[in-house]
């Protein structure tokens, strides 16, 4: 069964500097890789996402995220932090082809400090 | 175009109290899913929908909960009777097809406190 872990809860960052929020994943398969941010009392809107190809995937608000399958990891990154982006993040995976079924870890909350 | 449509925003009933949550999905967007989410967790499934047939309910506890999404489109997801455990905010969110590929699109979640 597929699985993916965030292992820091919290982030701080200054503004300005550059933010990564990391992500590792398990599955037997091929994986489909997801990152999804939450503001307060709003629903997760999507980020950006890794099927396949270029392994470095541009999204939405400047972030970006790096597929390395060696290390099973799928970290979120931004080369500027802003103040705009404190929120709350979600990485997600499912198996791709096999099983429609999206697991997501439970989220690493990111300060951005002015 | 319209985002995903839950209501209501907020729900505060007394436990053993039946409640029921509404979701309308984007327009077009055949599957559709139903979260749980504790605070400070991640979104757990509770069941998906393709079109009208509920094709993943394995986590949907059967004894208290229910879900339903007639003709396809809109749906609702009810708890009776509600515990105190149940206390989390559900999180409704729809995408284009059953493509494993497709991002989820989120509505803003209805937030249950079971008293």
């Known amino acids: 069964a597929q699985s993916v872990a965030q292992p820091e809860d919290q982030v701080n960052v200054a503004e300005g500097n550059p933010l990564t929020v990391k992500c590792t994943y398990s599955?037997?398969?091929?994986?489909?890789l997801f990152w999804y941010v939450q503001y307060p009392n709003r629903g997760l809107q999507f980020l950006l996402k890794y099927i396949t190809g270029d392994n470095l995937v541009k999204g939405s608000y400047g972030f970006e995220a790096e597929f390395n399958k060696s290390q099973t990891s799928f970290h979120l990154k931004k080369p500027s932090a802003l103040v705009s982006d404190s929120a709350l993040y979600f990485c997600?995976?499912?198996?791709?082809?096999?099983?429609?079924?999206?697991?997501f870890g439970k989220g690493t909350r990111l300060h951005i400090l002015p | 175009e319209a985002g995903v449509v839950q209501s209501p925003r907020y729900k505060i009933i007394e436990k053993k109290q039946p409640v029921a949550f509404w979701c309308n999905p984007i327009s077009g967007h055949n599957t559709l899913y139903w979260y749980l989410q504790n605070l400070g967790q991640g979104p757990e499934l509770l069941i998906r929908?393709?079109?009208?047939?509920?094709?993943?309910d394995s986590q949907l506890p059967k004894d208290r909960f229910s879900a339903e999404r007639l003709k396809g489109v809109d749906s609702t997801l009810k708890i009776q009777p509600a515990e105190l455990g149940d206390s989390a905010v559900y999180l409704c969110?729809?995408?284009?097809?059953?493509?494993?590929?497709?991002?989820?699109?989120f509505g803003p979640g209805t937030r249950l406190t079971v008293l």
């Open positions: 929908y393709e079109n009208e047939e509920a094709v993943d």
């Open positions: 969110a729809s995408s284009r097809s059953q493509g494993s590929y497709n991002e989820q699109f």
């Open positions: 997600a995976v499912r198996e791709g082809a096999r099983d429609d079924k999206i697991i």
């Open positions: 599955v037997s398969g091929n994986p489909y």
